[in-house]
């Protein structure tokens, strides 16, 4: 999927859980946490398959932060792309107007 992909299946993943919780944040959680435990996952493997001879247990917990897995930009916007798209949106849409109560008039 490109970038483009990814933002919007997150956006649809933010309105479909907006409609069942009346959340834009859940939404934009849910979505953001499915594209980086993605791009987490896919880190891992790179990092097996270049540095722990093709075995999971050769790899220390921290692999997944090691920066010589995340040499190409596609990687990093594979996963920002998404939180960028749905915290804009949640953000937008805590912030639109809503509808003030009449004012009370002042006391005399």
Do not use: C
């Not at 790899?59 to 998404?82: E, I, K, Y």
């Amino acid at each position: 999927m490109s970038l483009f992909e990814h933002a919007i299946f997150a956006v649809v993943i933010q309105i479909i859980i907006r409609l069942l919780t009346g959340n834009w944040w859940a939404g934009a959680a849910l979505a953001s946490a499915y594209f980086i435990g993605r791009e987490v996952a896919q880190a891992e493997y790179r990092w097996i398959e270049q540095f722990g001879e093709g075995l999971r247990a050769n790899m220390p917990w921290h692999a997944v932060f090691d920066r010589r897995v995340w040499q190409n930009s596609d990687q990093l916007a594979d996963w920002l792309g998404p939180v960028i798209a749905t915290t804009g949106i949640a953000l937008a849409a805590s912030h639109r107007k809503r509808p003030q109560s009449p004012a009370t008039p002042p006391r005399p």
